[in-house]
């Protein structure tokens, strides 16, 4: 079994991490790498965990997780299908479980197309832990000024903190924001995240869980 541990280090793996972390950079872009990466790949393997899913699958989880974003050097547009394309460049031809390798692939494809289409929990997974990294540390501009005047940079900088949580007995995944009003408001926050939170309320649903937001103490389901 593939395991985070083969992963996390590798060196084109940090290779490729790198490079998009210095692309990403260049374009200003909110923070795809490290930070997040870590996050995701954290958060993936403890919502696997939490709902039972068995060790193979939390790897997956995880793995999935810390190689989602390694594309983004390539393009930001396609870059879900970059990483995956990478991912297997590396791991397929050595490979025993071709099976565990094409289902992070998907996995990692799956996790911005436009079409949502699931068929694997760790692709429902990946989706819960990548769309709910919502913060004001994803914001690497510090100029208040530029961050009022981009709505991405807006939305995450107001959001001082973010809790994400699993109910396996209620079967409730929720996810708890704090925005500062003073930076944004909740509308430009739906306006942003609209899509996102569809996705992890699909997400949600294909596991068998309900998925609840709340922002500022305001609950939506
Ligand atoms: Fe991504
Ligand atoms: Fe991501």
Not at 94 to 102: G, L, P
Request: hydrophobic share 40%; glycine share 4%; aromatic share 8%.
């Amino acid at each position: 079994m593939l395991k985070l541990e083969n992963v996390k280090g590798h060196p084109m793996i940090e290779d490729f991490i790198n490079q998009s972390e210095k692309y990403l950079d260049a374009i200003k872009y909110t923070d795809h790498g490290r930070r997040h990466i870590n996050i995701v790949s954290d958060r993936a393997r403890s919502l696997a965990k939490s709902i039972g899913l068995s060790e193979l699958v939390q790897e997956m989880c995880a793995i999935s997780g810390y190689c989602h974003d390694m594309g983004n050097f390539m393009g930001r547009s396609e870059h879900h299908y970059w990483s995956a394309m990478l991912f297997s460049q590396i791991f397929l031809k050595d490979a025993k479980d071709t099976n565990q390798i094409s289902t992070i692939m998907q996995a990692i494809a799956s996790h911005d197309k436009n079409k949502l289409k699931l068929v694997n929990n760790v692709s429902a997974i990946l989706i819960l832990a990548d769309k709910s990294d919502v913060h004001r540390t994803r914001v690497k501009n510090k100029d208040l000024n530029q961050i009022k005047n981009d709505i991405h940079d807006r939305v995450n900088y107001s959001a001082i903190a973010n809790d994400f949580s699993v109910n396996k007995s209620k079967k409730q995944i929720k996810l708890k924001i704090q925005i500062d009003t003073k930076i944004t408001s909740p509308m430009d926050y739906f306006e942003i995240f609209m899509e996102r939170m569809a996705f992890c309320r699909i997400a949600a649903e294909f596991l068998g869980y309900e998925f609840i937001l709340i922002i500022n103490n305001f609950k939506l389901s």
